[in-house]
């Protein structure tokens, strides 16, 4: 029979009772080798390094870093929160510890819906028995053997989208957890140095130029993973990994003391990005001077350079004085670009429209005239749809392409009279068994209110019905949307 600990947690309002029996029970046993929250981390996620990472340390706090790779923009779920919530919890369990779930935790999963997931109901489950207000943060173990909080979440970090076959977007990007510890931690405990799969990548990429793969021209595209790789290969061959950029006044500041610092300006802003518009990155290691490698990041592209030239590096303003927490601006110089995740996805967006060639026009003329027109160019047809007005006062609508047996639905939308907006390319959607049902038993009413009011909108779930009559005669047009986008259309008398 298992041993239930049970805390009871007084308020000037009500008491409630959380016991540290739920959820699951430890997945490895805590052997001598685990001695605090971080070894159980280790010992459990090792080969997961590159998703699932510790990146900062200091002996009362750390950062935990879960990074999640190509998730359609429209599925996002809770899976990855909850595998840090599983470790937390199955942990604090194995220690006599007692757990309560943060107000941040409690939201961040009602707002993730996660389907087919046993253990994303049973997390709902204790949560709502539970209730708000008993942490501000996201989960806490209270024990006298190693008690810690993850104080706070921050997501969306360095998010990054691409287009996905067959319409929409997929996206990159990480979460940050805080974690403060009562008592002092040792403070090696990455990933990486416990990894296998990472053991077995270094041996097969025995210098950094291979590791970034460089070429002749010496230069690569950036992207954030630049940064976390040069992390883990420069600690894991025994050196240590320095950045200087606008955070840091262009000081040289360790990259562990930097996370710390930039995750604090940014923690209560819409911010996302870590590192700045340029950063200057180098790995110093006096034992191993063949393993020294520079990152000169400019904007996209990141110029690499063997070894480490203080002297190159003073010419571009970097000092070699180190900087400390105390120095750091609680904001960077506003020459700095702040990214938040609303510019992200409208620099996606607007990269998409760029590429386009006539819809944004044929959309435009659509909004403006508020009416459906089509066009022939060879052997591609264009057809438009006026989709009406969404909640958001927004006006919408869709073009579609066709080509032979290819169909293509870019959609657009303007609001208040301003400019075109590109929302995206309408992906392989289909209405639900559930939705087709609720719309036979809603149609009749649908089609009787479009004719006597020339059009009726009903929302089903995700999906917007709508139906317009079209002013030249006496037909009508019926239209499904999902998130504003065009789904289907058709048309009636």
């Not at 691409?162 to 940050?176: K, N, Q, V």
């Not at 930039?262 to 191993?288: G, T, V």
């Not at 066709?402 to 929302?423: A, E, L, P, W």
Request: net charge neutral; glycine share 6%.
């Amino acid at each position: 029979m298992n041993k239930c600990n049970t805390l009871f947690i007084s308020g000037i309002a009500a008491t409630f009772l959380f016991s540290g029996c739920a959820g699951t029970q430890p997945n490895i046993p805590l052997t001598s080798d685990i001695q605090s929250f971080k070894d159980y981390i280790v010992k459990k996620r090792a080969n997961e390094t590159g998703n699932y990472d510790i990146i900062a340390e200091k002996p009362h706090q750390t950062i935990i870093e879960y990074r999640t790779f190509n998730e359609q923009s429209n599925l996002a779920d809770a899976s990855d929160i909850m595998r840090v919530l599983d470790d937390a919890k199955e942990y604090c369990q194995a220690i006599g510890g007692n757990g309560i779930y943060g107000d941040q935790a409690i939201n961040q999963l009602q707002g993730l819906p996660t389907s087919f997931n046993i253990d994303y109901v049973k997390y709902r489950n204790e949560m709502t028995r539970q209730g708000f207000g008993h942490y501000s943060g996201f989960y806490k173990c209270a024990s006298a053997k190693d008690g810690f909080e993850i104080e706070y979440m921050k997501e969306d970090i360095e998010l990054q989208q691409r287009d996905m076959i067959g319409g929409g977007a997929l996206e990159t990007y990480s979460r940050y957890y805080l974690t403060t510890h009562d008592k002092p931690q040792n403070t090696n405990s990455k990933l990486w140095f416990k990894s296998d799969n990472y053991k077995s990548f270094v041996a097969k990429n025995e210098t950094a130029e291979k590791v970034f793969n460089i070429d002749n021209t010496a230069q690569i595209s950036w992207t954030y993973e630049k940064a976390t790789i040069a992390q883990k290969y420069c600690s894991y061959n025994g050196g240590n990994l320095y950045i200087a950029n606008a955070l840091s006044s262009y000081k040289k500041i360790d990259i562990e003391d930097y996370y710390f610092a930039r995750l604090e300006q940014i923690k209560d802003k819409s911010s996302i990005n870590i590192f700045m518009d340029i950063d200057y990155i180098w790995c110093e290691n006096p034992n191993n001077k063949a393993q020294e490698f520079t990152l000169v990041h400019n904007g996209s592209t990141v110029d690499y350079k063997n070894g480490v030239n203080k002297e190159y590096l003073e010419t571009k303003g970097v000092s070699f004085v180190k900087a400390t927490m105390d120095t750091i601006p609680s904001k960077t110089s506003s020459q700095t670009k702040e990214l938040s995740k609303e510019t992200v996805i409208a620099n996606y967006d607007a990269k998409k429209m760029s590429s386009l060639g006539i819809e944004p026009d044929l959309a435009m003329y659509t909004l403006t005239s508020k009416m459906d027109t089509y066009k022939s160019v060879g052997q591609i047809r264009y057809e438009t749809s006026y989709n009406g007005t969404e909640p958001d006062g927004c006006e919408y609508a869709s073009v579609t392409k066709r080509m032979m047996q290819s169909v293509d639905i870019q959609n657009f939308k303007q609001c208040r009279g301003g400019s075109i907006t590109y929302i995206g390319k309408t992906g392989v959607e289909e209405l639900t068994d559930e939705a087709k049902e609720q719309l036979k038993s809603v149609s009749k009413r649908l089609e009787a209110s479009c004719k006597l009011q020339n059009q009726a909108t009903a929302k089903i779930n995700e999906f917007t019905f709508k139906c317009f009559k079209n002013p030249l005669n006496n037909n009508y047009k019926f239209v499904v949307l999902k998130d504003g986008k065009l789904i289907t259309r058709g048309a009636g008398e």
